[in-house]
C-alpha cells in the first residue's frame, strides 16, 4: 500500500491485526503452539497483550515467561474460545479509548446578537463560564476557543485557545483545537446554547462511539446531526482537514457526509441556540430571569 494513502485507510480502523511472522506491530497477541517455536522470534514481543493457547497446550513456554517482564499479568486464553476473545478485545478496545477534553467555542462575531453571546448571563455567569463549568466533569481539561483579540479577555481560571485557522467559523476553533492535540477526542459546545445541561452532555459522553468519526445528536428542525454539541474524535482531524481542501467550512456537510454515531436528542429543547436580542429575551423569561 502506498505511504500516503495508508494513513488515510488506517484513519478510518479501530484495530488492525497483522501477521507477527512477517511484520512488525506495536502490541502483539502470541498463540502457542509447538509447531511454532518462539525462540527465534522473541525481538518482535516488545508489548505481548495476549496469550492464546493452542489444543493442547496448558501454560507459557519457559522461553516466553523469562522473556516476558509482566508474564504473570499477561492475560491467557484457549485459542477456541472466540466469545472470551471477543470479549478480550471489546475491552481493549475501550482502553484504547482517546482522553476526552472539552471546547467551548466563543470565536463568533455574533453580529445578529449584537453583543458578545459568550459574556451574556443566563445563570449568575457569563455563558462561556457556564458552558465550562458544564463540560468540566466530563472531560479532562476545558479550554476556550476564541479569536485571537479575544484572547486577553478570558476570565482568569479560564484557558484560551485563540484560533489558528482563521475566519472559517466554527472550523476555526475545531481545527485549531485538533491542531493543538491531535490524539484528543474533543466535546465542543457553542457558547450560545442557555438550555443545555450537564445531564445531556453526560447522555452524549455515556453513549459515544469512538470508532466513528463523531458522536452527535440529530437537530429537533430537521434530521441532520447538531455540529456545535458533538463528540468529534481524532480520526475527524483529517476528514476535516478534507473538507476544507474541498472548499467546505462547515462542520454539519461534515458530519452529514462521514461515519458517526447519530443519537436523538433526550432533551431536544435544551439543543436550541439563541442568536437574537428577541430570542435572549424569550430565553430569559422561560429560564425565570428578570
Known amino acids: 500500500m502506498d505511504k500516503f494513502i495508508q494513513p488515510q485507510w488506517l484513519n478510518e480502523q ?4 497483522v501477521n507477527g511472522n512477517h511484520f512488525r506491530a506495536r502490541q502483539q497477541v502470541v498463540i502457542i ?15 505481548v497483550r495476549l496469550v492464546l493457547l493452542s489444543e493442547g497446550q496448558t501454560e507459557l513456554p519457559a522461553v516466553l515467561r523469562n522473556h516476558l517482564p ?19 478485545a ?8 482517546p482522553p476526552l477534553r472539552g471546547l467551548v467555542l466563543t470565536g463568533g462575531r455574533s453580529q445578529r446578537m449584537q453583543q458578545d453571546k459568550s459574556r451574556l448571563r443566563y445563570h449568575q455567569r457569563e455563558q462561556r463560564e457556564h458552558a465550562a463549568a458544564l463540560l468540566a ?5 476545558v479550554l476556550i476557543s476564541c479569536r485571537p483579540d479575544q484572547a486577553a479577555d478570558v476570565p482568569a481560571g479560564l484557558t484560551a485557545l485563540p484560533d489558528q485557522f482563521l475566519d472559517l467559523g466554527p472550523m476555526s476553533g475545531l481545527l485549531t483545537a485538533f491542531r493543538h492535540d491531535p490524539n484528543a477526542a474533543w466535546l465542543v459546545v457553542a457558547c450560545d446554547l442557555p438550555f443545555l445541561t450537564e445531564a445531556t452532555l453526560r447522555h452524549l459522553v455515556q453513549h459515544r462511539h469512538a470508532g466513528r468519526v463523531a458522536t452527535a445528536f440529530q437537530s429537533p428542525d430537521n434530521e441532520f446531526p447538531e455540529p456545535l454539541i458533538t463528540i468529534w474524535e481524532p480520526r475527524s482531524y483529517p476528514v476535516l482537514l478534507q473538507f476544507l481542501a474541498l472548499g467546505y467550512s462547515c462542520p454539519r456537510k461534515a458530519l452529514i457526509n462521514s461515519d458517526i454515531e447519530l443519537l436523538p436528542a433526550p432533551a431536544p429543547q435544551e439543543l436550541r441556540n439563541v442568536n437574537t436580542p428577541a430570542e435572549r429575551a424569550a430565553a430569559q423569561q422561560e429560564l425565570g430571569i428578570r
Open 14 to 17: 479501530s484495530l488492525v491485526l
Open 33 to 47: 503452539d509447538p509447531r511454532k517455536p518462539l525462540d527465534k522470534k522473541l525481538d518482535r514481543l516488545t508489548d
Open 70 to 88: 509482566n508474564a504473570a499479568e499477561v492475560p491467557v486464553l484457549p485459542l477456541a474460545d472466540t466469545d472470551a476473545i471477543a470479549a478480550w
Open 90 to 97: 471489546q475491552q481493549w478496545l475501550r482502553e484504547q479509548q
Open 137 to 141: 466533569p466530563l472531560c479532562q481539561d
